[in-house]
C-alpha cells in the first residue's frame, strides 16, 4: 500500500496517466514515478523537474482500499509524506504524529515505552500496519511501533472506526506505516543511488548513523531498495532538570525488490526487521527507575516482518484490479533482569493473507466502484519465564486467534444529482468477521461481527467539500484479556505483625473466556475548504475539519482486587489469590461516549508553507459519569516555514499549545496548560557543486519547557539540539 503523490485535475480525474493500465496499478506506478520528484530534495531534481505546489495532491489507499485524494475522502484521514517526515529529524516514530490531529502517544520519554492512541481509543483498539501488514504485538508496557522513522515513505492515518474494511482492532483507527520505495531515492535518469546519514540529539546524547541504496534496470522491470540504520542513546534529560535513567541502541534494516514482467503485473518482496536493546525498568513507562517490584532489565527487542505481494491489473479490463498480498511477523521482547538470574520473553506471531479487488462501471453521469475481497489471519502468543514451576509467564498465555473476514465497499459518485451543481458520492460498506480462540487447558472462545459503514459527500464546487458518515465497529478480546492466569504482582502485607521483615502476598491473574467484543457506533459531520493559486501562482491551501461521537460498549478494562487487610484494614483479610479475592481479571465494565473536535490546515507555495491542526476530546461513562479513554487536553499544533534561494534553504518553527487538562478522576492527576516551541533549518542546495547535500539543524522545546504530557509527575524531555547531515548520489 503507497500514498501517492499525483497529478489531478479539479474534477479529480487523471490529468496524467500511463496507458492501458487499471485506475489502481495507474496509482502505484504514479507513486513510484510521481513520488520520486515530490520527495526528493531539490539537489537530485533536474531543472524544470520539480512539480508546482497545487499539482500534488496527497493520495490515500488505506481509507478506502482505493486510491483518492485524500482531502475527497468523506471522513478524517491524515498522510505524512516523507518530505514531512525527515523535516521532523526525528528520533522516534512518535516524533512524526504531531502533524497528525487526535493522535497522541502515551507511554512516557523512553522509546520502548510508547504506545499509540487515536481519538482516545488504544493498546487493541488501534490497528498497526506496516505496508498493509498486522502488526499484532500488544504488551502493557513495552510499546508497539517497532520501526525506524528513517524506513519511512508516508504514514497514514485514519481517524475514526474503519472495521468496516478492517475488521477487529480498527475501533479507533488506522496507523498504516509504507516503506520507502526504489524511486523514493532513484533521481530521473539514475539506475542507482546511494544515501548516506547521521544525526545526533543532544536531550539523550543519541547518535544515529546509516545508509540506503536503491537500484533499477536498465528496462525499469526490476529495482531492490535497502536500508539500514543504527541508533545509540543514553540517559534522557528531562524539563525538570532531572535525567531519566535510559541506555538504548537500535537496529532498523529493510530490502525490498519489485519486478514488472509486463504492463500488467508487478510483484514485490519485502523483509524487515528492528532490533533493539535497552537497559531499563520491567515497566518503561512513565518516569519509572529501577525499584522493588519493578527491577532494571536488559530488554532485547527482534521485530521482523516478511511480505510477498502481487498486483495484477490487466490493461482495458475494468473488472480487475487485484492486489493480494502473504506476509509474516515475529516479535519478540526479552527481559533479563539485571539483579536476578530470571528472564521472561513475549513472543507474538502472525501470519495473514489479503486480496482486495476494484471493478468500476462508467454509468454515463456517474462512476460506480466495488471493492471486495477476504482476508485471514492468524496470531500465535507464547510466554515464557525460567522462574515459574511449568516456565510459563504470568498475564502471557500460550494462546491461539484466528480471524476470517469478507468485505463489500461500493463508491458511487453521480454528476450533477437531482439537477444540482456539483458532484455527490456515496460510500457504503460491511464486513462480515469470524474470530476463534483458544489457549492451553482453557475454554474456547468464538464469535462473529458484521461491520456496515456508510459515508457520503458533496462537491457543489470542486474546491468545497461537505461529508458526513456513520458506521459500527468492534474489536474482539485478546487472548491476553480472554486467557491471562498466573502471577501478576506481589504486594507487602501492610497488616501483618510482626511488620518486620515484610511478608509479601500475590495477586494472581484470573482468565475469562466469556468476555464480549467491544463495539462502537459512531457519527461524523464535516467539510473543508481545497484551492489552487489562492494568494499566489501554484500555491495551495486545504482546510479540513469535523465533529464526531462515538457510543462505545463493552469496553474491555482490567479489574484488579486486593484485599483492604492487605492496607492494615482488620477485614477482609490480606491474603494470595482466589481464596482471600487477591486477583486482575479483565471484564466489560464500561458504556462509553467519546467525542470531539478536529481540523487540519496546509498551505503551501514557492515563498512559504504552514502546516497546523487542532483537536479536542472528551471522554465519559455513560452510566456513572467518570471521565473514561485515553483523553488528551485540547491541543493545537503549528508548523510554519519560509523558503529561501528557490526553496535551498528553508527555515522553520513548530508551535504546540496545549490547554488544562482536568477531565481525571482523581484531582491528583490534573496537569497544567503547556507551550513548546521548537526551530529548525534545512539546507539542500541545488548548485552541481554541492548536489546531494542534506543539512538539518534544530532545537526542541527552546525554552527548556517543564510540561507533562502522561500522567502528572511524569515530565517530558528538556531542551533538545539536534543535527542531521546526509549526502546521495547516483549515476
Known amino acids: 500500500m503507497f500514498q501517492i503523490p499525483h497529478r489531478y485535475t479539479q474534477s479529480g480525474s487523471t490529468a496524467q496517466t500511463i496507458p492501458g493500465r487499471s485506475a489502481f496499478f495507474r496509482a502505484l506506478m504514479a507513486g513510484t514515478v510521481l513520488s520520486a520528484v515530490a520527495a526528493q530534495p531539490a539537489a537530485s531534481q533536474s531543472e524544470g523537474e520539480a512539480a508546482d505546489a497545487s499539482s500534488l495532491e496527497e493520495i490515500t489507499i488505506f481509507a478506502t482500499k482505493s486510491p483518492i485524494p485524500a482531502f475527497d475522502y468523506p471522513g478524517q484521514v491524515s498522510v505524512v509524506t516523507r518530505d514531512v517526515v525527515l523535516d521532523f529529524n526525528p528520533s522516534s516514530i512518535s516524533d512524526i504524529f504531531a502533524a497528525v490531529p487526535g493522535v497522541q502517544f502515551f507511554g512516557g520519554p523512553r522509546r520502548s515505552g510508547e504506545v499509540p492512541t487515536v481519538r482516545g481509543i488504544g493498546e487493541e483498539g488501534v490497528l498497526v500496519l506496516f505496508d498493509g501488514a498486522r502488526q499484532s504485538f500488544v504488551s502493557g508496557h513495552d510499546g508497539r511501533l517497532f520501526?525506524?522513522?528513517?524506513l519511512l515513505r508516508s504514514a497514514e492515518v485514519i481517524r475514526g472506526p474503519a472495521s468496516a474494511l478492517y475488521g477487529s482492532g480498527a475501533l479507533g483507527g488506522v496507523i498504516a506505516l509504507n516503506t520507502i520505495n526504489a524511486s523514493d531515492i532513484l533521481a530521473p535518469g539514475d539506475s542507482l543511488a546511494v544515501r548516506l546519514n547521521s544525526g545526533y540529539q543532544s536531550v539523550n546524547d543519541e547518535v544515529r548513523i546509516g545508509g540506503l541504496f536503491a537500484w533499477e534496470s536498465d528496462d525499469g522491470k526490476a529495482d531492490v531498495v535497502g536500508s539500514i540504520t543504527y541508533r545509540d542513546s543514553g540517559d534522557i534529560a528531562l524539563?525538570?532538570?532531572?535525567?531519566?535513567?535510559?541506555?538504548?541502541?537500535?537496529?532498523a534494516?529493510?530490502?525490498?525488490g519489485s519486478y514488472r514482467p509486463n504492463t500488467d503485473l508487478e510483484l514485490s518482496l519485502r523483509y524487515q526487521r528492528l532490533g533493539g536493546s535497552a537497559i531499563d525498568p520491567n515497566n518503561p513507562q512513565g518516569a519509572n527507575v529501577g525499584e522493588p517490584g519493578n527491577p532494571l532489565v536488559d530488554r532485547n527487542i527482534d521485530s521482523n516482518t516478511v511480505q510477498a505481494r502481487a498486483v495484477y491489473a490487466p490493461a482495458d479490463n475494468n473488472w480487475i484490479d487485484?492486489?493480494?498480498s502473504v506476509y509474516y511477523s515475529r516479535n519478540i521482547v526479552e527481559e533479563s533482569e539485571l539483579d536476578s538470574d530470571r528472564i521472561v520473553d513475549r513472543d507474538v506471531e502472525t501470519i495473514g493473507l489479503v486480496l482486495n479487488n476494484r471493478s468500476r462501471f462508467d454509468l454515463g453521469s456517474?462512476?460506480?466502484?466495488?471493492?471486495?475481497g477476504f482476508e485471514i489471519y492468524q496470531d500465535d502468543q507464547s510466554g515464557s519465564d525460567n522462574t515459574s514451576a511449568d516456565g510459563t509467564r504470568g498475564g502471557v498465555p500460550n494462546a491461539?486467534?484466528?480471524f476470517y473476514g469478507a468485505f463489500l465497499q461500493a463508491e458511487l459518485t453521480v454528476e450533477e444529482p437531482l439537477g444540482l451543481p456539483?458532484?455527490?458520492?456515496?460510500?457504503p460498506g460491511f464486513r462480515w468477521d469470524r474470530f476463534e480462540s483458544s489457549a492451553d487447558g482453557q475454554e474456547d472462545s468464538d464469535d462473529s461481527a458484521v461491520s456496515p459503514k456508510i459515508a457520503v459527500s458533496y462537491k457543489p464546487i470542486p474546491e468545497v467539500l461537505i461529508f458526513a458518515n456513520w458506521a459500527e465497529a468492534f474489536r474482539a478480546p485478546s487472548f491476553n484479556e480472554l486467557y491471562a492466569n498466573g502471577i501478576h504482582f506481589q504486594i507487602p502485607n501492610l497488616g501483618a505483625f510482626p511488620p518486620f521483615p515484610p511478608q509479601f502476598v500475590t495477586n494472581f491473574f484470573i482468565e475469562n473466556p466469556d468476555l464480549q467484543p467491544e463495539d462502537s457506533q459512531t457519527w461524523e459531520v464535516g467539510g473543508g475548504l481545497d484551492f489552487d493559486d489562492l494568494f499566489r501562482p501554484d500555491d495551495s491551501f486545504t482546510f479540513k475539519a469535523s465533529y464526531f461521537q462515538s457510543n462505545v460498549d463493552n469496553l474491555i478494562d482490567l479489574a484488579v482486587n486486593i484485599p483492604a487487610g492487605c492496607f492494615g484494614a482488620p477485614f477482609p483479610p490480606c491474603g494470595s489469590g482466589a481464596p482471600f479475592g487477591n486477583t486482575s481479571q479483565n471484564v466489560n465494565v464500561t458504556r462509553a461516549r467519546l467525542s470531539g473536535f478536529e481540523a487540519e490546515l496546509n498551505y503551501e507555495s514557492d515563498l512559504s508553507y504552514i502546516r497546523a491542526n487542532f483537536a479536542t476530546i472528551d471522554g465519559t461513562d455513560r452510566d456513572t459519569g467518570d471521565f473514561v479513554g485515553a483523553l488528551s487536553p485540547n491541543i493545537f499544533f503549528a508548523d510554519t516555514g519560509l523558503k529561501f534561494f528557490d526553496g535551498d534553504l528553508r527555515l522553520g518553527s513548530r508551535l504546540t499549545i496545549a490547554g488544562d487538562f482536568d477531565e481525571v478522576n482523581e484531582a491528583s492527576q490534573a496537569r497544567d496548560s503547556y507551550t513548546i516551541a521548537d526551530v529548525y533549518a534545512v539546507f539542500q542546495p541545488s548548485d552541481e557543486r554541492f548536489k546531494g547535500i542534506r543539512i538539518d539543524l534544530g532545537v526542541d522545546n527552546i525554552t527548556d519547557a517543564d510540561y507533562e504530557v502522561v500522567n502528572a509527575g511524569v515530565s517530558q524531555p528538556g531542551r533538545n539540539f539536534k543535527i542531521g547531515v546526509a549526502y546521495q548520489f547516483g549515476f
Open 239 to 251: 524539563g525538570n532538570g532531572l535525567d531519566l535513567p535510559a541506555d538504548d541502541q537500535s537496529l
Open 422 to 427: 456539483g458532484k455527490l458520492t456515496f460510500l
Open 147 to 150: 520501526i525506524d522513522p528513517e
Open 400 to 402: 491461539q486467534s484466528t
Open 253 to 256: 534494516t529493510l530490502l525490498k
Open 322 to 324: 487485484l492486489d493480494a
Open 366 to 372: 456517474a462512476d460506480l466502484a466495488f471493492t471486495y
